[in-house]
Structures are given as C-alpha cells and as structure tokens.
T-cell receptor, first 117, second 116 residues
Framework: GAVVSQHPSWVICKSGTSVKIECRSL??????MFWYRQFPKQSLMLMAT?????????EQGVEKDKFLINHASLTLSTLTVTSAHPEDSSFYIC?????????????FGPGTRLTVL | AQSVTQLDSQVPVFEEAPVELRCNYS??????LFWYVQYPNQGLQLLLK??????LVKGINGFEAEFNKSQTSFHLRKPSVHISDTAEYFC??????????????FGKGTKLSVIP
C-alpha cells in the first residue's frame, strides 16, 4: 500500500504557457500533501504544504501566484505552474502523508520533469 | 529549525564491500529520521525510518541505520553492496510543524557508486 502517482511524468512546454501537474494517493487518503522541487544533482526543496480543503502554505521565496496548488480532495493535489519560463524547468516531486493525530510517513510520487522552452 | 548534513557528496565503493553513508542532524526537539533512495529520473523510495524505540533500524535491500542521539547522527550502512545499489541517497529529518503536518528537511544527498 501507500502508492502515490504523478501525471504527467514528463512535460515540455513553451515559455508563457501554464502546466498542471497532478499528484494522487492511490490507496490511501492523504490529508496533507507536499510539493518539492529538485534541481539537477541537488536535494529536494520544499515548495509548499497542502491540506485538503484549505489554502496551501508556501515556503519562503516561493511565489504563490506562480505555483498554484489545489488540494481538492483527500486523494488529489494539483500544482499549476503559471506562465512558465525556462528557469522553472525542474523536477517536481509530490508526497502524501496519511492521517493526522500522530506521525505518519510521507510517501513520494515518481516525479514530473518539466522542461520549458 | 532543523537541518541535515550529509558529509559525503560522493562515495565510490567496490561491489560486495561494506559501505557507510554519514548523516548528522540538528534540531531543538525530538525528531524522526529517514533515509530515502532515488534512482535516476525517479521519485524517492523509503529505505528506513526511525520514529522511536530501538536505535538500530533495519530497512529494505539489506540497509540498516543507527540513531545516535548523543552524536546527533543517523548513519546508513550495508555490509555488502551490489551494483544495483548505485543511486542517490538522502537523509531527512522531520519534526511536528503543527496541525498534524510533518515537514521533511533533506540533506544534500550522497551519490553511491558501486564499482564492479
């Protein structure tokens, strides 16, 4: 159990367009989902924490209007990169956390590679 | 604030040799500790985690780690590596950030290269 999927796995888009990335927990309900960004040969940097039914909490330095996060249900969170530019090219990874009221592990999706031309 | 230091960015090791990947952390509260593995162009897979109890934690693929509170370390070990262990390994720490949400802070990663 505890499978997280992301779609698409790879996307190429033109500069100025918007791209939506989906993150789904396939066999559990995720009250909290996290979005990370990973540059080549670097670690994961937390972008935002998303709780179902409420606004996402963004980390310092992350533009809320550029990276729109929607956690509409207990199994789905979306990240929309608006007006993408080449510097937004990166590997985006989501994770999902089960339950509340006690610690639970984050389960990671396979990642989405975004290339902006 | 919590932080994680992975002392080695790259570790080359011959096949069937033992390996230790080092991880030190800092935190002002009790923490939970993790090791994840990432294969090229893939997400992260959990190797093992320390939440409480026994300080020696066994994970998948023959890996184990020992939590040492006095040294604030959580080093990852494997007695005999295989070619398939070649990957990037991330140490991570988590503490309660409130409202039941546990954020992870990652180290910079250690690239393990197993040499035939």
């Amino acid at each position: 159990g505890a499978v997280v999927s992301q779609h698409p796995s790879w996307v190429i888009c033109k500069s100025g367009t918007s791209v939506k990335i989906e993150c789904r927990s396939l066999d559990f309900q995720a009250t909290t989902m996290f979005w990370y960004r990973q540059f080549p040969k670097q670690s994961l940097m937390l972008m935002a924490t998303s709780n179902e039914g409420s606004k996402a909490t963004y980390e310092q330095g992350v533009e809320k209007d550029k990276f729109l996060i929607n956690h509409a249900s207990l199994t789905l969170s979306t990240l929309t990169v608006t007006s993408a530019h080449p510097e937004d090219s990166s590997f985006y990874i989501c994770s999902a956390q089960r339950g509340t009221g006690g610690f639970d592990t984050q389960y990671f999706g396979p990642g989405t590679r975004l290339t902006v031309l | 604030a919590q932080s994680v230091t992975q002392l080695d960015s790259q570790v080359p090791v011959f096949e069937e040799a033992p390996v230790e990947l080092r991880c030190n952390y800092s935190s002002s509260v009790s923490v939970y500790l993790f090791w994840y593995v990432q294969y090229p162009n893939q997400g992260l897979q959990l190797l093992l985690k320390y939440l409480s109890g026994s300080t020696l934690v066994k994970g998948i693929n023959g890996f184990e780690a020992e939590f040492n509170k006095s040294q604030t370390s959580f080093h990852l070990r494997k007695p005999s590596v295989h070619i398939s262990d070649t990957a990037e390994y991330f140490c991570a720490v988590s503490e309660d950030s409130g409202a039941g949400s546990y954020q992870l802070t990652f180290g910079k990663g250690t690239k393990l290269s197993v040499i035939p």
